[in-house]
């Protein structure tokens, strides 16, 4: 199964890096996870936690690639 790597990127720029990663079947169950995790972090916001509104989710494959990135922003 691929290796993704699920970073964080502030407002400001500062990146919070997944060492980890994580083997999922395919890009689709990578962006899921994107998905949820992105959810997590609004609720976290909502009940005073961290912001990381205005900020960026970025997936990369083992090999470094990025696969894609999407904004860390309430639905509206």
């Known amino acids: 199964m691929p290796l993704y790597f699920f970073h964080i990127v502030t407002k400001d720029g500062s990146v919070l890096p997944d060492n980890t990663g994580l083997q999922l079947p395919d890009l689709?169950?990578?962006?899921?996870e994107a998905d949820l995790t992105i959810a997590s972090l609004l609720r976290d916001t909502e009940r005073g936690?961290?912001?990381?509104?205005?900020?960026?989710?970025?997936?990369?494959?083992?090999?470094?690639?990025?696969v894609f990135a999407w904004p860390i922003a309430a639905k509206s």
């Open 49 to 66: 936690g961290r912001d990381y509104t205005g900020g960026t989710f970025k997936v990369e494959s083992d090999d470094g690639r990025q």
């Open 28 to 32: 689709d169950a990578a962006r899921q």
